[in-house]
C-alpha cells in the first residue's frame, strides 16, 4: 500500500488490536459513535472494515486476514522529512500554531491526565515528565489529522500503548460508549494521557468518569472537569448535552443511592429524551462548531 499509516491487524478481547509495523507499541480501536450509527470504519481501497465492540463482544461484520493491512492514516509518516513535512503542514498551512503555546494540559488525578491534540514536541515532554505509558485518544482514528498520523508514531517509537476511543462531543453518551469505557478504565495502565481534539469536551467526559469510577468522587463533582475555566467548555451549546447527562444522572442517583451510574445509563435513561429535553444557544453553538471548528 502506497503511503498511509500501516497496521497488522490482530482480535483479542473484542478489541480491535493494530500493532504498528515497525514499532513495539500495539494500537487499539474501540469507536462506538462514528457517524453511521455504531461502527469503527476504516477503509483500504475499496473495502471496508466494520465492527462493534460491546459486551458481550459482538463479532465484527469483516476482519481483515492475518497479515492484511488497514490503513488507519492518509499520511506517511515512516521517514524523518515526511514527518517534518507533516510537522509544518499541521503548524503552518493549517492554523495550529497555536498548540505549541497551549495544549491544555491538565492532571486530572494521580497518574491520570488530560489534553488538546498535541504536537510532537509537547507528546515528549508530557511523556518524559509525567512517565506515561498509555494514551486514549478521544477522537478515534481521524486519518487526515497530521497531527495524529505523528502521535502514532510516537508512540510506537517510545513504546506507549495508543488507544483510539471514539467518543461524540455534541450528543448524550450512548450507553455502550459508558460501558465500553468502564471497561477500560478498569484495565487501562497508568500514566495516562487522555485527549481529544481541544482537551475541552470529550477529554473533559473521561476525566469525569475517571474521577467518578476510579477516584469515588461523587457526579457533581467529578463533572466539574467540564467547566470554561481552565478547560475551555461550552456548557451553552450542543457540547452542554454532555453536562446535562451528568446532571441528570445525578438527580436521580440521589434519590436511588442503590443504583449506580451505568445503572442509570443502561436501564433507566431514555437518551432520545434526554437529549430533546436540552435546548444549547444559537451563538454556542456556532462559535464552537464554526469559529474555534471543533470536532
Not at 517509537?157 to 478498569?186: N, T, Y
Not at 431514555?270 to 464552537?288: H, I, K, P, T
Request: glycine fraction near 8%.
Amino acid at each position: 500500500m502506497a503511503g498511509g499509516t500501516e497496521c497488522l491487524h490482530e482480535e483479542k478481547r473484542g478489541w480491535m488490536n493494530l500493532a504498528v509495523k515497525p514499532g513495539r507499541s500495539p494500537l487499539r480501536f474501540w469507536n462506538p459513535i462514528p457517524p453511521n450509527g455504531g461502527a469503527l470504519r476504516l477503509a483500504e481501497g475499496e473495502r471496508e472494515l466494520s465492527f462493534f465492540a460491546m459486551n458481550p463482544p459482538a463479532r465484527p461484520s469483516f476482519l481483515p486476514a492475518d497479515g492484511q493491512r488497514v490503513l488507519v492514516s492518509d499520511h506517511d509518516a515512516s521517514t524523518p522529512e515526511a514527518r517534518r513535512r507533516l510537522y509544518r503542514e499541521s503548524i503552518y498551512r493549517h492554523w495550529s500554531l497555536w498548540r505549541e503555546f497551549y495544549g491544555n494540559v491538565h492532571r486530572v488525578a494521580d497518574g491520570v491526565y488530560r489534553s488538546g491534540q498535541l504536537t510532537p514536541p509537547q507528546l515528549r515532554r508530557v511523556f518524559k515528565r509525567h512517565g506515561i505509558r498509555t494514551v486514549i485518544n478521544l477522537r478515534g482514528p481521524v486519518r487526515k489529522c497530521r497531527l495524529l498520523a505523528l502521535e502514532v508514531h510516537l508512540c510506537a517509537e517510545q513504546g506507549v500503548e495508543l488507544i483510539h476511543f471514539g467518543l461524540d462531543s455534541r450528543g448524550v453518551p450512548r450507553p455502550q460508549a459508558v460501558r465500553a469505557a468502564h471497561q477500560l478504565l478498569k484495565t487501562v495502565q497508568g500514566p495516562l494521557l487522555i485527549h481529544c481534539k481541544s482537551g475541552a469536551d470529550r477529554a473533559g467526559l473521561m476525566s469525569a468518569l475517571v474521577l467518578h469510577w476510579r477516584e469515588g468522587l461523587p457526579l457533581d463533582r467529578a463533572a466539574r472537569q467540564l467547566r470554561f475555566w481552565p478547560f475551555l467548555h461550552f456548557k451553552l451549546g450542543r457540547t452542554g448535552l454532555i453536562d446535562h447527562y451528568f446532571v441528570q444522572a445525578e438527580r436521580y442517583l440521589r434519590a436511588h443511592s442503590e443504583h449506580d451510574l451505568l445503572y442509570w445509563t443502561e436501564n433507566i435513561m431514555d437518551r432520545e429524551a434526554l437529549e430533546a429535553s436540552f435546548s444549547s444557544r444559537m451563538v454556542f453553538d456556532l462559535l464552537v462548531d464554526r469559529l474555534l471548528r471543533r470536532e
